[in-house]
C-alpha cells in the first residue's frame, strides 16, 4: 500500500476466499494478472486502469462452469468494488462541504462518478457544492442527472428547486412539492416549500407596488 491505496505487485484476498494475483497501479488492476474463486475457477488476462482488455486462451474454469461465466463474475466484482470506492469519495465529499470546502468536494464527487458514472448521490453531492458557490446551472445540471438515475431521490428534487429559486426562477415550486410529495415526513422539505411560496409572494408584492408607483 501506498498512501493508502493499493501499488505494486502482490496478491489480493477477498473474504469469501477469491483472489487476484497480479500488478496494482493507484488501487487499479494493471498489467497480467489472474483472478481465482473460492471454488478453484480461474479467469486470467491483461488489464487496465482497472478493467479486463483481453482473456488469454489458456484461462481456465471449473466443473460446470464456461470462460465467458468466469469473466462475467470477475466483471460482476469489479463493478461491486467500483461502487464501493465511489460511494467511499462521496462520503469524503460531504465531509469536505461540512467543512466548507466546496471545491474539493467537487474534485472528490468528479472522481466518484468516473469509479461509477450511475451513484445518483455523487450528482447529488455535487450539485449542492455546486449550489453554495453559486455555480446555478451547474448545480442544475447535477441534481437532474441524479433524478435521472433515482426518479423517487427526495433530497435531489429539494436540492434541485433551491438552484432555481436562486434564479428567481419559480418553476422551483413544482420540485419542493415533488420533493415534499415524495418525503412527506421531513419537516425540512415542507419548510422550503413553504418559504419558496413566500418569496414568489413578496416578489409580487414588490412588482404591484413598484407598478403602483410607477402608473398611479
Not at 464456461?66 to 463474475?73: E, F, L, R, Y
Not at 462521496?90 to 466518484?112: H, K, M, R, W
Not at 418525503?183 to 425540512?188: D, T, Y
Request: charged letters at 25%; hydrophobic letters at 35%.
Amino acid at each position: 500500500y501506498k498512501d493508502g491505496e493499493r501499488n505494486g505487485h502482490g496478491i489480493y484476498n477477498w473474504a469469501e476466499g477469491n483472489r487476484f494475483d497480479a500488478v496494482w497501479i493507484d488501487n487499479k488492476r494493471n498489467g497480467h494478472g489472474i483472478y481465482t474463486w473460492a471454488n478453484g475457477n480461474r479467469s486470467e488476462g491483461e488489464w487496465k486502469d482497472g478493467n479486463l482488455q483481453q482473456a488469454v486462451d489458456n484461462q481456465t474454469a471449473g466443473p460446470g462452469r464456461s470462460d465467458s461465466n468466469a469473466i462475467t463474475k470477475l466483471s460482476e466484482q469489479q463493478k461491486a468494488e467500483n461502487v464501493e470506492r465511489s460511494n467511499q469519495l462521496v462520503q469524503a465529499a460531504l465531509q469536505q462541504i461540512e467543512a466548507g470546502q466546496y471545491g474539493q468536494a467537487i474534485q472528490l464527487c468528479t472522481q466518484a462518478l468516473q469509479q461509477y458514472p450511475n451513484n445518483e448521490a455523487a450528482y447529488d453531492c455535487r450539485g449542492v457544492a455546486n449550489y453554495v458557490m453559486r455555480r446555478y446551472e451547474d448545480a442544475i445540471n447535477d441534481e437532474n442527472n441524479a433524478i435521472r438515475l433515482a426518479p423517487k431521490y427526495a433530497a435531489a428534487w429539494n436540492n434541485l428547486g433551491k438552484a432555481y429559486l436562486a434564479q428567481r426562477n419559480y418553476k422551483a415550486l413544482n420540485y419542493f412539492a415533488k420533493a415534499v410529495e415524495l418525503a412527506p415526513n421531513i419537516q425540512q422539505f415542507k419548510d422550503d416549500l413553504a418559504a419558496a411560496y413566500q418569496q414568489r409572494q413578496e416578489q409580487r408584492d414588490f412588482e404591484n407596488s413598484a407598478l403602483a408607483e410607477k402608473y398611479p
